[in-house]
């Protein structure tokens, strides 16, 4: 019997564009089930890396957003033992872990790095859902044309602005991670044989 999946909505801020040189400064993630049952969220603030510095441009968009910055180091924790609480978190959780980001890429590669070394491994294993990839392929268009402001009023209706509070905007990724999956379940699966037969073309809308 297959295990079900777990997917588990994430949004990250840091200090700059790549972990190690910079640091990550918070991790939020909700956990939701296929039927958009909300099981379980996790929120941690992380001590900077001893070693790392932040990126001048980034700490000069910082200061644009006081309020979220005072957020994002209030009660910071040692980092070692915060990612090892929120792998077990994610391991603890029902079902096979899906890391969901929108986007994904950034994200994913801050706390797969993090994971593996504080933790030494990652339960998210090598893979990431991106909403943004999901909305490319449900509104058929290309991946630049599928942005939060190409994307239809039911999908984003009770998303609210961006707080750059990482549980904030976790939240709102499970959300519209919620909405699109509504979407993705009125349709039919694709038939390539279909396809074939028909010699029907595979494009998207410009």
Not at 165 to 193: I, K, Q, Y
Request: aromatic share 10%; charged share 20%.
């Amino acid at each position: 019997m297959s295990v079900p999946e777990i997917y588990i909505a994430t949004a990250i801020e840091t200090d700059g564009p790549i972990p190690g040189p910079h640091s990550m400064l918070s991790l939020a993630s909700a956990a939701y089930q296929k039927n958009k049952t909300l099981v379980s969220t996790f929120t941690a603030n992380l001590e900077l890396l001893p070693e790392a510095e932040g990126d001048p441009d980034t700490l000069a968009w910082w200061k644009s957003k006081p309020d979220a910055w005072a957020v994002c180091r209030h009660e910071a924790e040692p980092v070692g033992p915060a990612m090892r609480e929120y792998a077990e978190w994610v391991e603890h959780l029902p079902g096979q872990p899906i890391y969901v980001g929108h986007p994904a890429a950034s994200g994913y590669m801050f706390v797969t790095w993090y994971l593996h070394r504080f933790v030494g491994h990652s339960p998210f294993g090598r893979g990431a859902l991106d909403l943004r990839t999901l909305a490319m392929a449900l509104l058929h268009k290309p991946y630049r044309g599928s942005k939060m402001r190409h994307m239809p009023d039911a999908w984003l209706h009770d998303s609210p602005p961006r707080t750059y509070v990482a549980l904030d905007d976790a939240l709102s990724v499970g959300r519209l991670m919620c909405h699109m999956f509504d979407t993705w379940n009125t349709l039919p699966p694709l038939s390539f044989e279909k396809l074939e037969a028909e010699d029907l073309p595979l494009r998207w809308s410009e």
